[in-house]
Structure formats: structure tokens, C-alpha cells
């Protein structure tokens, strides 16, 4: 499939594939969306904690490289698992502009650690943050009581609807820890079903620009 590099309302850049008008991240903007999903609604609950993430879709990397700029200003040291069955073309990241514009070109070679590390096996970004990443599809995901937090960000349900699906959900149910949290800018209505059915809790929340609402889900044990 055809795919193009745009750039969305907050100036920062996203891979939109045109046959599915499905973009990796919000075209209202990729910077706004992973902070107001990702940060403000996951991350930012474990403030000055050591934890685990896993992230469903690693993509362009913008969602690890923010939570590595957050996690020091949070007191956070993080074991970081990205998994993503397609990853993403050097030329495709080449054009992603997230260090200019969120200003720290100082973390460039953060960033670009983060893309040449080698897949399947774990780098040390620095002391407080280290990432793996694993080529793998979804379903084939078989962790048992891993993660405290999991950033759930597949493409929509409209184009993937399969990746909503309650056994998706269960296998996020299973990975996450006692009271994990899993958050997402999906808030569809079966997919909150799905969560319920596996024994999620889950609060609807303010969504990020140009979306109404979004999910956060918690094994509450």
C-alpha cells in the first residue's frame, strides 16, 4: 500500500496511508495526541516509580521517544517493550521532525538510538531508560504479569477491527500486572465491551485534540 509522510496540525509528522485514510497518529497532531494519551493519562500515574511498558505499535517511535523525555522530569527509570509487526522504513523515520519540534536536538542521537537498536534484543538508551523491541504480530503476544502500563495504539478499529478484539484484550489483560493500567485514543463502544468482558475496568476520559473521548482500562485486583 501507498504511503506518505504529512504533516499534522501541531507541525509535528505522522505516515498516512491513503487507501485506509488511516494515519499513525492523529492528524490533529502526533506530538498533542501521544502526550495527552500516553503521558497525561498512563505514564504520568507512576510518577517516581520503576516500571514496566509495553507499547502495542511501535511505529515512528514517537510514543517511546516522548516517554524517555517525560520519564526524567517524572523521576521514572523504565523498562520499555515496543512491539510492532511492520516496522517502520529509515527513510520513513528520516523525515519524522518530533526532536525539532519538541525542541531538544540535543536528543537526536536518542532518537536515533532507539531506531538502530537491534530488534529482539534489549539497549540501554541510558541509566533510567532501556528498550526492546520485537518484531512480532499481536496475537502472538504471550506475556504473563509483565507490565504496569501498556500504551495500546494499533491502527483504528474501522480499518483493524481484529486488533480490538476481545481475545486482543485478553492476552492485554493477562500481561499487565495487579492493577495495571492499559490506555488508548480508541472509545468505541465495542471495544469497551471487549475490555469489560475480559475483566477490565475502564473510565472514559476527555479525549485528545480533535477527538471527544478515549479509554483508560485497569486490573483492578
Known sequence: MKREIIQTL??????????????????????????????????????GKAIAIMEIGFGTGLNAFITYLESSKLGQTI?????????VSKEELTAMNYVAELEVPEQQSVFDLMH??????QCNIDSHFKLTKRKQFFDDIVDQDCYDLIYFDAFGYHVQPELWSTEIFRKMYASLKDN??????????????????????????????????????????
Open 79 to 87: 523498562n520499555y517493550v515496543g512491539v510492532e509487526a511492520f516496522p
Open 180 to 221: 495495571g493500567v492499559l490506555v488508548t485514543y480508541a472509545a468505541r463502544g465495542v471495544v469497551k465491551r471487549s475490555m469489560l468482558e475480559v475483566g477490565f475496568t475502564v473510565e472514559k476520559l476527555a479525549g485528545p485534540p480533535g477527538k471527544r473521548e478515549m479509554f483508560r482500562a485497569t486490573k483492578k485486583i
Open 116 to 121: 538502530q537498536s537491534v530488534w529482539g534484543e
Open 10 to 47: 501541531d507541525g509535528s509528522t505522522t505516515i498516512h496511508i491513503p487507501e485506509w485514510k488511516e494515519s499513525y497518529h492523529s492528524k490533529h497532531g502526533a506530538i498533542q495526541e501521544a502526550n495527552h494519551v500516553f503521558i497525561k493519562n498512563g505514564l504520568s500515574l507512576f510518577e
